[in-house]
């Protein structure tokens, strides 16, 4: 066991369409974009997600996947304003579901996940919920 107290978060942020739509794509890409970089620390920044390239090719399902993740030191102590960050960003996107993963060494791992009031999230839109599941695995 580490005495770093180090936290992993990763997770995903889904976006469906009826059609391939090229513009809540790239809307949610100019969003990312927005981030601030790596350097200039914040809870949140462009270089911890990853994007599907744009042009994906004929047969894919129509769902986007937005993975991301990023280890810090004891995030989970100021978890409040990691999830203000998350959020603030989850409000500039479109979305159908996003999903947070923090593992940390002393309280276990926690699994987040929001959703839209409605079939998925419109930018502006401030109505998301989240919901909290707690898992602690005890070591002998």
């Not at 989970?76 to 999830?83: A, C, F, K, L, M």
């Not at 987040?112 to 109505?127: A, I, L, Q, S």
């Amino acid at each position: 066991m580490s005495l770093t107290n180090e936290s992993i978060v990763y997770g995903c942020i889904t976006d469906t369409s009826d059609l391939i739509d090229a513009q809540r794509r790239e809307h949610n890409r100019n969003a990312l974009a927005h981030l601030p970089a790596a350097e200039h620390f914040q809870f949140l920044n462009r270089e911890m997600f990853a994007v599907p390239d744009f042009q994906q090719p004929k047969g894919n399902f129509l769902t986007e996947v937005v993975h991301f993740g990023s280890s810090y030191e004891g995030v989970e102590y100021e978890w409040d304003n990691w999830v203000a960050q998350f959020e603030t960003l989850l409000t500039q996107m479109y979305w159908t579901s996003a999903v947070v993963h923090l593992e940390t060494e002393l309280r276990g791992t926690h699994s987040f996940v929001w959703t839209p009031d409605g079939d998925f999230h419109k930018p502006g839109d401030p109505n998301i919920r989240v919901q909290c599941e707690w898992t602690h695995e005890a070591s002998y």
